[in-house]
Structure formats: structure tokens, C-alpha cells
């Protein structure tokens, strides 16, 4: 391993024993392939989940989450005795610490699961150990949590005892293994010796390059890289409610901007979902109110988008007398099986929230296996995870743009029986913003 200044590049690890044992603790979207990413790197990797099922599963080589290349590496490790789950934290070297961050509904950060886990690892921790925080969370968080945590249930100090790091993760859905691998990591340690033991660690996997801050540093960049996501696809979002007044394309207006080379607008859509960027950036929000009202703007803006798709669907529903209605997409985004905080979602519930509940609501999601809890309240919200008979539906609504989707085509229904949101069929989209200028 070479060490340029803040920038560390991947080449045979010397101090790091790949012998040392790692405990991974929670094994949703980011702890299991992490835990995985791991095992190829040769190391002895223990993951520690509370739900019994979920360890049951994984250690019978059955999957809970759907993953690109997952199975094939769970399926390796497992037959190299490489891995293996527990619904009891163990002793190690290493801890690992990928737990939910969600968003309180007061919206602020919920560390529970952090202060849960960080109390996990202090039953077994020891002196010379390293403890790495993965979840995103507000600056300050792996000190004053994790670090706290663990000093009152056992004595220990970050800065003297054992080594304590922020490493968020950067990864998407649907492309997890490629991006774990060769995206860059940011290693924010409480001490030097922390940073430069956890960057060494990551150097043994990361293909990318590896940069070198402080834990408070580190924190504050992965909660940015969110924001600035989410403030982007607002501005993208404000632009088509524009063009939308004036009669313009803001599909092909959009092509046009980003010829330009230093401009990059994103792509409006119907909202913003995933576990990170419409929840993050309220915990920049919450920990500087006064100083952040672009970020306050902008998450409202998008958060009110699939109230205003939702309006465009009942108004169609009302205008054609659609007495049933199909939905195309539940997950957050195209080809992956993630519907947290799903707008998709939010756009079916208003929508059947405010029919008759005689009309006939058929979801479709080929990456799903049942309704989520959201939408199995309603009586006359039916699920699918293949194309029912489209002539039963009087209007057609896409929303997610799967590629299975796509192959399929569109209903073969009138034009002005289909609502093509986000282009999954190629068709015009529908205006969606209402009211005034």
C-alpha cells in the first residue's frame, strides 16, 4: 500500500493479517455485501443480525434481500467457511457496524439502531479492537454515540484503547458489488492511528481510492453527497413544473442544457426514494435549522411531487370514468426490489385513499412478492409480480421504468388511458404540475 498525502492506493496489504476476524453487525443492503466483500478478501467474517429469520436464511444459504451477484458470493463463502450470520454478537478484531438510520417523524436522525449496535459490540469488545461506523448519520454521531456508548459499558477510550472509525458507505442498488469495490472510500478515524489502521483495512477490497479525514470530516461528506443529490433533482423537478406552464419539452430542453460542459441537470421524476437521499438530508437540516433552508426547500419540494403525480392520476381516473386502474412499479427505483420510502408507493396509496373503494387497483412489481404494509390496507389494492390481462384495466399508470417493464411494451389502450410518468414506455409524459404560475 502507497500513501499519497489524504489518497491511498490499492496494493498488497502488509499490516492488515488477513486472519483477523471481522463482525459485521446488521445484514440488510449494506452489511451483508460488505460482509461478503470481505470474505474475498480473505478475511474470517462473522455477521451478527437480531432478526432470527434472517440468520437462518443466510446461513442456509437463502437470501433476504435481492442483489445483484449476491447469491453466487453468499453461496462461495458459505462453502469456503469464510462466513457465517448469529443472532448473538461474538468476539473479534474487527467490528462493522451497518445499521437503518431512518428519519424520526419529528425529522431528525433515529439512532436507536447505532446506540443498539454500538451496545452489541461493547459486550465483546477489547482492548487493541477497532470499531468502524458504516450508517450514515449527523456529524458527531460516531464520537458521541458510538464512542460514548462503548466508554460507559466497559471504560474503554477511542482515543487510547482501541480504534474507532466513520466509513460510509457509497453504494446504489442494483449495482452494489461494482460500486463496493471500485468507488472510493472516505476513512474519517477519532485518532490518526485509527484512520491509517481502518484505510489499510478498506485497501484490502477497494479498488477505488481511498481518502484520509477525520471522523466529523467523513460524516459531513457523505451527508453532502446526499444533499446536493436531492437539492439537484429539485432544481430538475422546479424546471419541469416551468416548462410545464410555458408548453415546453423539459425532457429534450434538458438534453440541450447539458451540452453545455460544465452543466449537468438531472431528470425530474415523481419523487425521491431509498433509505438515503430523502432521508439524510434532514439530519444536516435538524443539526443547523438557521443555516439550512435551500436543503429545507428542496426536500419539501421533492417530498410534495407524488401528491401532485397522484392528483394527475385521479384527475384522468374522473375524466375517463376508469372504473379500474393498473400501476406499473412499487420499488424506488428501476430493476432493484428496495421500496423504502418508494414514491411509487406514496402515488398508489393517495390514490386509492381518495377512489371509491369499489374501483379495482391492481399493482404490478416484478421485484416484489407481496403488497407492502402501506398499500395491504386497502381492500381493493390487488398485487401482481407479472402483467395482468390489460384489458381489464381501464387505465394504465407506469411509474417505475423496470427493464421487464420496458420489454413488454405499453398497454395497447388509448393513449389517453396511459400515464407514463417516467418513460417506461416511451410515450409523452403527462403534465403534472397544477395550479397557478
Aim: hydrophobic share 40%; net charge negative; aromatic share 6%.
Amino acid at each position: 500500500m502507497t500513501t499519497r498525502g489524504s489518497v491511498t492506493t490499492r496494493h498488497a496489504v502488509a499490516n492488515v493479517e488477513a486472519a483477523e476476524r471481522i463482525l459485521v453487525v446488521g445484514l440488510g443492503y449494506i452489511g451483508l455485501p460488505t460482509s461478503l466483500a470481505f470474505t474475498e478478501a480473505g478475511f474470517e467474517v462473522v455477521g451478527f443480525d437480531v432478526n432470527a429469520e434472517t440468520v437462518r436464511m443466510l446461513n442456509s444459504g437463502e437470501l433476504h434481500i435481492h442483489e445483484a451477484g449476491l447469491q453466487e458470493r453468499l453461496d462461495s463463502a458459505l462453502e469456503k467457511s469464510s462466513f457465517r450470520a448469529t443472532g448473538v454478537p461474538e468476539a473479534a478484531d474487527v467490528f462493522i457496524i451497518a445499521v437503518p438510520t431512518p428519519c424520526s417523524d419529528a425529522f431528525r436522525a433515529d439512532l436507536s439502531y447505532v446506540r443498539a449496535a454500538a451496545e452489541s459490540v461493547a459486550q465483546q469488545i477489547q482492548p487493541g479492537n477497532m470499531v468502524v461506523l458504516e450508517s450514515t448519520v449527523p456529524p458527531g454521531t460516531t464520537e458521541s454515540i458510538v464512542g460514548e456508548v462503548i466508554r460507559q459499558k466497559t471504560g474503554l477510550s477511542h482515543e487510547d484503547d482501541y480504534d474507532l472509525v466513520h466509513c460510509p458507505e457509497r453504494v446504489i442498488p442494483g449495482r452494489i458489488f461494482e460500486e463496493i469495490v471500485g468507488n472510493s472510500r472516505v476513512i474519517g478515524g477519532t485518532t490518526v492511528r485509527a484512520t491509517e489502521r481502518a484505510a489499510e483495512l478498506y485497501s484490502s477490497f477497494v479498488e477505488g481510492k481511498v481518502l484520509t479525514t477525520d471522523a466529523r470530516t467523513a460524516e459531513m461528506a457523505k451527508l453532502m453527497e446526499n444533499a446536493f443529490r436531492d437539492v439537484n433533482i429539485a432544481l430538475a423537478n422546479e424546471f419541469r413544473s416551468i416548462a410545464e406552464l410555458h408548453g415546453i419539452d423539459v425532457l429534450r430542453a434538458i438534453e440541450l442544457a447539458n451540452h453545455h460542459p460544465r452543466v449537468h441537470v438531472h431528470q425530474p421524476g415523481i419523487g425521491v426514494g431509498g433509505h438515503c437521499i430523502p432521508v439524510d438530508p434532514w439530519f444536516l437540516i435538524s443539526s443547523a435549522p438557521g443555516r439550512s433552508k435551500l436543503l429545507r426547500t428542496a426536500r419539501e419540494l421533492n417530498a410534495s411531487i407524488p401528491l401532485q403525480v397522484s392528483s394527475c392520476v385521479l384527475d384522468r381516473a374522473y375524466s375517463t370514468g376508469a372504473k379500474s386502474l393498473a400501476f406499473y412499479g412499487l420499488a424506488f427505483k428501476p430493476n432493484v426490489d428496495d421500496l423504502r420510502e418508494s414514491p411509487a408507493i406514496e402515488v398508489v396509496k393517495h390514490v386509492a385513499s381518495h377512489l371509491d373503494p369499489n374501483v379495482r387497483i391492481a399493482v404490478i412489481e416484478p421485484f416484489a412478492e407481496s403488497l407492502p404494509e402501506d398499500l395491504s390496507e386497502f381492500s381493493n389494492v390487488e398485487f401482481a409480480n407479472a402483467r395482468p390481462p390489460e384489458a381489464e384495466f381501464d387505465l394504465h399508470v407506469g411509474l417505475v421504468a423496470h427493464d421487464q417493464l420496458r420489454r413488454q411494451g405499453p398497454p395497447t389502450a388509448e393513449l389517453e388511458r396511459i400515464l407514463d410518468f417516467v418513460g417506461v414506455w416511451g410515450l409523452p409524459r403527462p403534465v403534472v404540475t397544477a395550479g397557478p404560475a
